[in-house]
């Protein structure tokens, strides 16, 4: 069938197999062309497929030589269904990995969930005996967690309603935009499915199995921003999801002393992503920020972000960390030359002027790609079939 787009508020019900291909393609591209680094060799991705989890997992085993095992929660096709973007992502990968003899698997299914767990400790058990390197790079809505409970994240301010604006993505304009405070349930719960608490619970189990080597590394992903999107991000629920994880990585850290490993918490870059765009207020920030970066020549994709932190922040004798212990790969985003004009042209972007401010067209392509329609090269006219194999585990 001929695949084509179909947006729905700010996602896309369908995907397409040879721009997800292709968009695969590209970034092992990019990697290759910087050469290859000292880094993991046996590395675990959870949340591998799609954003910085698919990205990471390309860097590593592509930039240098690394078998993974990635874990993702996407759908398979099914009668005219497409399948979802990160299950053709992952099976483009696992098509790559095999042609240059990299040890790829995949499974599909909940990360939060103790059977997962138990699976991928078999798999590691069975294949690669340890792993020298995890990365957590889950966005989920909502956790079920060991405790039968099924948590939902909320992105709220906290404390009093937040009035500012937003892009209304559907009608490509800047309408205002009003969020009502987060309860202390709301943020409890959103603790629970962003903050670090998942995340400890697979180093512990990982650790109990003895399937972590010596000096392993472990990093999570986390964003600060401007300060523009403080209530709704930073100072909001998701916020203190994020301080959650951060907090979670010293304790896994003291919790691995015995196997001498490091967790660590990388900020990274605002970026167009399935979980970004649903933020409200960050996706007119983006368009803004796009441009911005774009003109200085400093504009970074998620592979690039990635492919940086790995050779010159993780991967390297003595990472330099902030005052709080944080990877910092936001610090182009954060220049000052960028974010003073944010700040001026914050309060007068509007509808009639957005295309001159922002870079809507920017943001619209990289939505698109993510879905893995407007990727330059791919025949769109071609009838393909929707139905493409993971290899099972
Ligand atoms: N996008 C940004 O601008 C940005 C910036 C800084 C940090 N981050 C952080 O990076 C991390 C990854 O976010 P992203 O933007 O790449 O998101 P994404 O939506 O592109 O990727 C999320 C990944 O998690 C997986 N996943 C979701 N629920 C799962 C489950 N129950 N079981 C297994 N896998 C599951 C998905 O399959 C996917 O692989 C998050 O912690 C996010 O907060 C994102």
Same mark, same amino acid.
């Given at each position: 069938?001929?695949?084509?787009?179909?947006?729905?508020?700010?996602?896309?019900?369908?995907?397409?197999?040879?721009?997800?291909?292709?968009?695969?393609?590209?970034?092992?591209?990019?990697?290759?062309?910087?050469?290859?680094?000292?880094?993991?060799?046996?590395?675990?991705?959870?949340?591998?497929?799609?954003?910085?989890?698919?990205?990471?997992?390309?860097?590593?085993?592509?930039?240098?030589?690394?078998?993974?095992?990635?874990?993702?929660?996407?759908?398979?096709?099914?009668?005219?269904?497409?399948?979802?973007?990160?299950?053709?992502? =992952?099976?483009?990968?696992?098509?790559?990995?095999?042609?240059?003899?990299?040890?790829?698997?995949?499974?599909?299914?909940?990360?939060?969930?103790?059977?997962?767990?138990?699976?991928?400790?078999?798999?590691?058990?069975?294949?690669?005996?340890?792993?020298?390197?995890?990365?957590?790079?889950?966005?989920?809505?909502?956790? =079920?967690?060991?405790?039968?409970?099924?948590?939902?994240?909320?992105?709220?301010? &906290?404390?009093?309603?937040?009035?500012?604006?937003?892009?209304?993505?559907?009608?490509?304009?800047?309408?205002? &935009?009003?969020?009502?405070?987060?309860?202390?349930?709301?943020?409890?719960?959103?603790?629970?499915?962003?903050?670090?608490?998942? @995340?400890?619970?697979?180093?512990?189990?990982?650790?109990?199995?003895?399937?972590? #080597?010596?000096?392993? +590394? =472990?990093?999570?992903?986390?964003?600060?921003?401007?300060?523009?999107? /403080?209530?709704? /991000?930073?100072?909001?629920?998701?916020?203190?999801?994020? #301080? %959650?994880?951060?907090?979670?990585? +010293?304790?896994? =850290?003291?919790?691995?002393?015995?196997?001498?490993?490091?967790?660590?918490?990388?900020?990274?870059?605002?970026?167009?992503?399935?979980?970004?765009?649903?933020?409200?207020? *960050?996706?007119?920030?983006?368009?803004?920020?796009?441009?911005?970066?774009?003109?200085?020549?400093?504009? $970074?994709?998620?592979?690039?972000?990635?492919?940086?932190?790995?050779? !010159?922040?993780?991967? *390297?004798?003595?990472?330099?960390? %902030?005052?709080?212990?944080?990877?910092?790969?936001?610090?182009?985003?954060?220049?000052? !030359?960028?974010?003073? $004009? &944010?700040?001026?042209?914050?309060? &007068?972007?509007?509808? #009639?002027?957005?295309?001159?401010?922002? %870079?809507?067209?920017?943001? @619209?392509?990289?939505?698109?790609?993510?879905?893995?329609? #407007?990727?330059?090269?791919?025949?769109?006219?071609?009838?393909?079939?929707?139905?493409?194999?993971?290899?099972?585990?």
């Amino acid at each position: 069938m001929v695949i084509e787009p179909k947006v729905r508020g700010f996602i896309c019900t369908t995907a397409h197999p040879a721009g997800c291909a292709q968009n695969v393609k590209n970034q092992i591209a990019f990697v290759k062309g910087k050469g290859n680094f000292q880094g993991p060799k046996k590395v675990l991705v959870l949340g591998a497929s799609t954003g910085y989890g698919l990205s990471s997992r390309i860097a590593a085993a592509f930039g240098a030589g690394a078998a993974t095992i990635g874990v993702g929660f996407e759908k398979p096709a099914s009668g005219s269904r497409t399948a979802s973007a990160g299950w053709y992502n =992952t099976a483009a990968f696992e098509q790559e990995a095999a042609k240059e003899g990299l040890y790829a698997k995949t499974l599909i299914g909940d990360a939060f969930s103790q059977e997962m767990k138990d699976k991928v400790i078999d798999l590691i058990r069975k294949d690669l005996g340890k792993v020298d390197f995890v990365v957590y790079s889950i966005a989920a809505p909502r956790r =079920t967690a060991p405790d039968g409970n099924t948590y939902s994240s909320v992105l709220k301010p &906290i404390g009093k309603a937040y009035t500012d604006k937003t892009i209304d993505l559907k009608t490509r304009s800047v309408v205002p &935009i009003t969020a009502q405070p987060a309860s202390e349930q709301e943020i409890h719960d959103t603790i629970k499915v962003m903050g670090g608490e998942d @995340w400890m619970l697979w180093m512990d189990a990982l650790a109990r199995a003895e399937v972590l #080597e010596e000096n392993v +590394k =472990t990093v999570a992903y986390s964003y600060i921003g401007p300060e523009v999107t /403080y209530p709704l /991000y930073r100072s909001g629920s998701i916020g203190m999801a994020k #301080e %959650d994880l951060e907090a979670t990585a +010293k304790r896994i =850290t003291r919790q691995l002393s015995g196997v001498r490993g490091s967790a660590f918490v990388s900020v990274n870059k605002a970026l167009v992503t399935q979980s970004s765009a649903a933020i409200p207020v *960050v996706p007119l920030y983006i368009t803004l920020l796009f441009k911005l970066m774009k003109e200085r020549g400093i504009h $970074e994709d998620c592979i690039a972000q990635m492919d940086r932190l790995f050779r !010159e922040k993780l991967f *390297v004798d003595s990472p330099v960390l %902030d005052e709080e212990g944080r990877l910092r790969v936001d610090d182009w985003e954060l220049r000052a !030359e960028v974010q003073d $004009e &944010i700040k001026k042209r914050w309060p &007068i972007v509007c509808t #009639e002027n957005l295309e001159e401010l922002a %870079d809507l067209q920017g943001y @619209w392509k990289d939505f698109y790609n993510l879905f893995g329609f #407007e990727v330059d090269g791919v025949d769109y006219a071609e009838d393909l079939s929707p139905d493409i194999s993971i290899p099972s585990v």
